[in-house]
Structures are given as structure tokens and as C-alpha cells.
């Protein structure tokens, strides 16, 4: 059974910071490009940021320079480390692992991001 736990999200001030993680069980880590979306009420889920197995990253423009995303294929995580956080990034943040041989695709249960004084 595939299984995509996230962590690590809150709420934080502007200009705060806050790290997510995204553990998966159940799939072969590594054959997977993993990404970070986020989604709020009544929008469509926005990709945030991607990693592919061979650690191209691409990210949304309104993010560059303010969040980072890793992965650690020793450890089945991938991580989204968010800084200078505005109320704009206020959402629910989901991680998807998506294969990158086939057409499956997984998607945690979401991690709320509030930011906000």
C-alpha cells in the first residue's frame, strides 16, 4: 500500500519560515519525480515546486528564491523548505509523487499553511 505522510506544516508570521516533509512508503522513491502543490479554497491545486530523480527543480515564479525543495532518497522524504513566507502562500500543501516511466501518480493528504500576524 503506498502511503505519502506530510509534516511540518502551521501557521507562522510573515516573513517566518516553515519546513514540510513528505514520507512515502510502499514505491520505489527514486524512480519518482516528486513536487510540492498547494491549493485554496475554491482554486485549482497550484504546483509550488518540483524535483526529478536526477535533481532538476523547477519552481513556481512567486516562490523563486524563497523556497527550496530536496529529496533524500536514503531517507523516502522529500522536503519543501519555505522562507520570507507572505500571506499569499497561505494554502494547503499537498505532495505528489508522480513516475516517471508510467502514468501513476500519488498524492498525500495535504499539510495547512497558515501565515498570518
Known amino acids: 500500500q503506498v502511503q505519502l505522510v506530510e509534516a511540518g506544516g502551521g501557521r507562522v508570521q510573515p516573513g517566518g519560515s516553515l519546513r514540510l516533509s513528505c514520507t512515502a512508503s510502499g514505491i520505489i522513491f527514486g524512480l519518482y519525480t516528486w513536487a510540492w502543490y498547494r491549493q485554496t479554497p475554491g482554486n485549482q491545486r497550484d504546483l509550488v515546486a518540483s524535483?526529478?530523480?536526477?535533481?532538476?527543480?523547477n519552481y513556481k515564479d512567486s516562490v523563486k528564491g524563497r523556497f527550496t525543495i530536496s529529496r533524500d532518497n536514503s531517507k523516502n522524504t522529500v522536503y519543501l523548505q519555505m522562507d520570507s513566507l507572505n500571506t499569499e502562500d497561505t494554502a494547503v500543501y499537498y505532495c505528489?509523487?508522480?513516475?516517471?516511466?508510467?502514468?501513476?501518480?500519488?498524492w498525500g493528504q495535504g499539510t495547512q499553511v497558515t501565515v498570518s500576524s
Open positions: 524535483i526529478s530523480s536526477g535533481r532538476t527543480m
Open positions: 505528489n509523487a508522480d513516475y516517471e516511466w508510467g502514468s501513476r501518480s500519488y
